[in-house]
Protein backbone atom coordinates (compact mmCIF):
# COMPACT_ATOMS: atom_id res chain seq x y z
CA UNK A 1 0.00 0.00 0.00
CA UNK A 2 2.03 3.13 -1.15
CA UNK A 3 1.93 6.37 0.67
CA UNK A 4 -0.83 8.36 -0.90
CA UNK A 5 -3.01 4.99 -0.36
CA UNK A 6 -2.48 5.03 3.78
CA UNK A 7 -3.30 8.71 3.74
CA UNK A 8 -6.66 8.32 1.69
CA UNK A 9 -7.56 5.38 4.00
CA UNK A 10 -7.15 7.95 7.35
CA UNK A 11 -9.13 10.29 5.21
CA UNK A 12 -12.11 8.10 4.41
CA UNK A 13 -11.75 6.59 8.31
CA UNK A 14 -11.97 10.46 9.62
CA UNK A 15 -15.00 11.18 7.09
CA UNK A 16 -16.59 8.07 8.07
CA UNK A 17 -16.51 8.85 11.76
CA UNK A 18 -17.62 12.49 10.81
CA UNK A 19 -20.99 10.98 9.63
CA UNK A 20 -21.27 8.46 12.86
CA UNK A 21 -20.97 11.89 15.10
CA UNK A 22 -23.53 13.60 12.89
CA UNK A 23 -26.42 10.97 12.95
CA UNK A 24 -25.51 10.01 16.34
CA UNK A 25 -26.33 13.61 17.60
CA UNK A 26 -29.32 13.73 15.35
CA UNK A 27 -30.39 10.83 16.77
CA UNK A 28 -29.76 12.17 20.32
CA UNK A 29 -31.91 14.99 20.01
CA UNK A 30 -34.95 13.18 18.16
CA UNK A 31 -34.98 9.92 19.41
CA UNK A 32 -38.10 8.69 20.53
CA UNK A 33 -37.61 5.37 18.91
CA UNK A 34 -36.20 2.17 20.12
CA UNK A 35 -34.50 0.63 17.18
CA UNK A 36 -32.93 4.07 16.32
CA UNK A 37 -31.47 4.02 20.52
CA UNK A 38 -30.15 0.57 19.73
CA UNK A 39 -28.55 2.46 16.67
CA UNK A 40 -27.08 5.15 18.44
CA UNK A 41 -25.41 3.12 21.32
CA UNK A 42 -23.81 1.18 18.51
CA UNK A 43 -22.34 4.59 17.12
CA UNK A 44 -21.24 5.65 20.48
CA UNK A 45 -19.38 3.01 21.35
CA UNK A 46 -16.79 3.56 18.03
CA UNK A 47 -17.15 6.78 16.67
CA UNK A 48 -15.08 9.06 18.70
CA UNK A 49 -12.46 6.03 19.47
CA UNK A 50 -12.09 6.37 15.46
CA UNK A 51 -11.10 10.15 15.75
CA UNK A 52 -8.54 9.73 18.80
CA UNK A 53 -6.63 6.34 17.39
CA UNK A 54 -6.33 8.38 13.81
CA UNK A 55 -4.91 11.43 15.80
CA UNK A 56 -2.10 9.34 18.35
CA UNK A 57 -1.78 7.54 14.86
CA UNK A 58 -0.63 10.69 12.74
CA UNK A 59 1.25 11.79 15.78
CA UNK A 60 3.37 8.95 16.50
CA UNK A 61 4.08 9.53 12.40
CA UNK A 62 4.97 12.93 12.71
CA UNK A 63 6.61 12.98 16.34
CA UNK A 64 10.63 13.23 15.11
CA UNK A 65 10.00 16.18 12.75
CA UNK A 66 7.34 17.61 16.09
CA UNK A 67 10.53 17.80 18.22
CA UNK A 68 13.25 18.52 15.82
CA UNK A 69 11.11 21.60 15.28
CA UNK A 70 10.82 22.55 18.89
CA UNK A 71 7.55 21.05 21.27
CA UNK A 72 7.07 24.72 22.41
CA UNK A 73 6.63 25.22 18.64
CA UNK A 74 4.64 22.38 18.07
CA UNK A 75 2.07 23.36 21.03
CA UNK A 76 1.94 26.43 19.64
CA UNK A 77 0.68 25.64 16.34
CA UNK A 78 -1.69 22.95 18.05
CA UNK A 79 -2.95 25.62 20.59
CA UNK A 80 -3.99 27.64 17.70
CA UNK A 81 -5.74 25.58 15.28
CA UNK A 82 -7.59 23.42 18.57
CA UNK A 83 -7.80 26.05 21.54
CA UNK A 84 -8.28 29.28 19.35
CA UNK A 85 -11.67 27.57 18.24
CA UNK A 86 -12.73 25.88 21.26
CA UNK A 87 -12.51 29.83 23.17
CA UNK A 88 -13.59 31.67 20.32
CA UNK A 89 -16.50 29.87 19.72
CA UNK A 90 -17.16 29.66 23.46
CA UNK A 91 -16.93 33.37 23.78
CA UNK A 92 -18.73 34.12 20.78
CA UNK A 93 -21.79 32.05 21.98
CA UNK A 94 -21.35 33.42 25.50
CA UNK A 95 -21.91 36.76 24.20
CA UNK A 96 -24.90 36.19 22.17
CA UNK A 97 -26.45 34.60 25.06
CA UNK A 98 -25.91 37.82 26.95
CA UNK A 99 -26.89 39.93 24.30
CA UNK A 100 -30.35 38.52 23.79
CA UNK A 101 -30.79 38.45 27.47
CA UNK A 102 -29.84 41.84 28.14
CA UNK A 103 -32.36 42.58 24.65
CA UNK A 104 -35.39 40.50 25.91
CA UNK A 105 -34.91 39.69 29.52
CA UNK A 106 -38.40 37.17 29.15
CA UNK A 107 -35.70 34.65 27.04
CA UNK A 108 -33.70 33.80 30.11
CA UNK A 109 -36.19 30.84 31.26
CA UNK A 110 -36.16 29.83 27.64
CA UNK A 111 -32.48 29.48 27.19
CA UNK A 112 -31.89 28.45 30.68
CA UNK A 113 -33.87 25.46 29.62
CA UNK A 114 -32.00 24.81 26.28
CA UNK A 115 -28.77 24.71 27.86
CA UNK A 116 -28.23 28.64 28.09
CA UNK A 117 -27.81 30.20 31.29
CA UNK A 118 -27.06 33.68 31.98
CA UNK A 119 -23.47 33.22 32.94
CA UNK A 120 -21.06 36.23 34.29
CA UNK A 121 -17.68 36.84 32.67
CA UNK A 122 -15.64 34.54 35.45
CA UNK A 123 -18.07 31.49 35.07
CA UNK A 124 -17.69 31.67 31.29
CA UNK A 125 -13.75 31.54 31.98
CA UNK A 126 -14.16 28.81 34.37
CA UNK A 127 -16.22 26.99 32.39
CA UNK A 128 -13.45 26.80 29.55
CA UNK A 129 -10.74 26.13 31.71
CA UNK A 130 -12.49 23.22 33.65
CA UNK A 131 -15.93 22.49 31.10
CA UNK A 132 -17.72 22.42 33.89
CA UNK A 133 -21.93 24.32 32.65
CA UNK A 134 -20.57 24.62 29.68
CA UNK A 135 -21.96 26.02 26.42
CA UNK A 136 -20.82 24.71 24.15
CA UNK A 137 -20.53 20.76 24.73
CA UNK A 138 -19.47 19.34 21.32
CA UNK A 139 -16.30 20.70 21.10
CA UNK A 140 -14.74 19.02 24.33
CA UNK A 141 -12.59 16.70 22.08
CA UNK A 142 -10.57 19.83 21.01
CA UNK A 143 -9.51 20.39 24.59
CA UNK A 144 -8.57 17.05 25.18
CA UNK A 145 -7.13 16.29 22.23
CA UNK A 146 -4.89 19.47 23.37
CA UNK A 147 -3.86 17.81 26.47
CA UNK A 148 -2.96 14.45 24.81
CA UNK A 149 -0.57 16.42 22.79
CA UNK A 150 1.33 18.23 26.13
CA UNK A 151 1.22 14.74 27.62
CA UNK A 152 3.02 12.58 24.71
CA UNK A 153 5.00 15.67 23.04
CA UNK A 154 6.88 15.49 26.84
CA UNK A 155 6.66 11.54 26.83
CA UNK A 156 7.55 10.56 23.58
CA UNK A 157 8.87 6.81 24.58
CA UNK A 158 6.39 6.22 27.61
CA UNK A 159 3.45 7.14 25.78
CA UNK A 160 3.14 4.58 23.20
CA UNK A 161 3.89 1.38 25.26
CA UNK A 162 1.44 -1.44 26.17
CA UNK A 163 2.08 -0.18 29.67
CA UNK A 164 0.75 2.84 29.18
CA UNK A 165 -2.34 1.86 26.82
CA UNK A 166 -3.24 -0.42 30.28
CA UNK A 167 -3.14 2.54 32.69
CA UNK A 168 -4.96 4.43 30.58
CA UNK A 169 -7.86 1.54 30.28
CA UNK A 170 -7.32 1.30 33.96
CA UNK A 171 -7.79 4.92 34.45
CA UNK A 172 -10.85 5.16 31.70
CA UNK A 173 -12.60 2.73 34.15
CA UNK A 174 -12.02 4.89 37.27
CA UNK A 175 -13.54 7.70 35.25
CA UNK A 176 -16.50 5.64 34.64
CA UNK A 177 -16.65 4.61 38.17
CA UNK A 178 -16.15 7.84 40.09
CA UNK A 179 -17.57 11.26 40.25
CA UNK A 180 -14.74 13.03 38.44
CA UNK A 181 -14.93 16.57 37.26
CA UNK A 182 -16.20 16.81 33.78
CA UNK A 183 -12.80 17.55 31.54
CA UNK A 184 -10.64 15.30 33.45
CA UNK A 185 -12.78 12.20 32.96
CA UNK A 186 -12.78 12.94 29.43
CA UNK A 187 -9.25 12.98 29.67
CA UNK A 188 -9.03 9.61 31.21
CA UNK A 189 -11.23 8.09 29.29
CA UNK A 190 -10.28 8.53 25.85
CA UNK A 191 -6.28 8.57 26.43
CA UNK A 192 -5.97 4.39 25.82
CA UNK A 193 -7.56 5.46 22.01
CA UNK A 194 -4.72 7.78 21.56
CA UNK A 195 -2.18 5.87 23.20
CA UNK A 196 -3.63 3.07 20.80
CA UNK A 197 -3.25 5.34 17.75
CA UNK A 198 0.27 5.88 18.70
CA UNK A 199 1.40 1.62 19.27
CA UNK A 200 -0.25 0.80 15.57
CA UNK A 201 1.88 3.43 13.89
CA UNK A 202 5.27 2.27 16.34
CA UNK A 203 4.32 -0.91 14.96
CA UNK A 204 3.93 -0.62 11.61
CA UNK A 205 7.19 1.29 11.33
CA UNK A 206 8.69 -1.45 12.74
CA UNK A 207 7.55 -4.17 10.87
CA UNK A 208 8.76 -1.85 7.65
CA UNK A 209 12.33 -1.51 8.79
CA UNK A 210 12.16 -5.42 9.28
CA UNK A 211 11.15 -6.11 5.95
CA UNK A 212 13.92 -4.10 4.15
CA UNK A 213 16.30 -5.51 6.04
CA UNK A 214 15.39 -8.87 6.01
CA UNK A 215 12.42 -9.30 3.77
CA UNK A 216 10.54 -12.60 3.42
CA UNK A 217 9.04 -13.16 7.07
CA UNK A 218 8.95 -9.41 7.86
CA UNK A 219 7.71 -8.12 4.56
CA UNK A 220 4.65 -10.55 4.86
CA UNK A 221 4.37 -9.51 8.48
CA UNK A 222 4.27 -5.08 7.36
CA UNK A 223 1.99 -5.92 4.44
CA UNK A 224 -0.44 -7.90 6.74
CA UNK A 225 0.04 -4.65 9.30
CA UNK A 226 -0.78 -2.40 6.29
CA UNK A 227 -4.11 -4.57 5.20
CA UNK A 228 -5.30 -3.98 8.50
CA UNK A 229 -4.52 -1.08 10.32
CA UNK A 230 -3.14 1.33 7.42
Not at 43 to 56: D, E, K, L
Request: glycine fraction near 8%.
Amino acid sequence: MSKADKDNTLQVMRGIAIVLVLVWHSIAQVNRDPVLNGVGQIIICFHMPVFFVIAGFLFEKGLAKYIKNGRIAFLKKKAKHLLVPYIFWTVLLWAGVNGVQLVMPSTENKLSLLGFPPMTVIEMLWGILTYENYYTQHLWFLYVLFVFFIINIFMPKRGKTWIACVLWIVLGFVSVCVNLPNILGRILLWGCFFCFGRIICDKQSILLRESVCGGGTGQYLYSFALAHFG
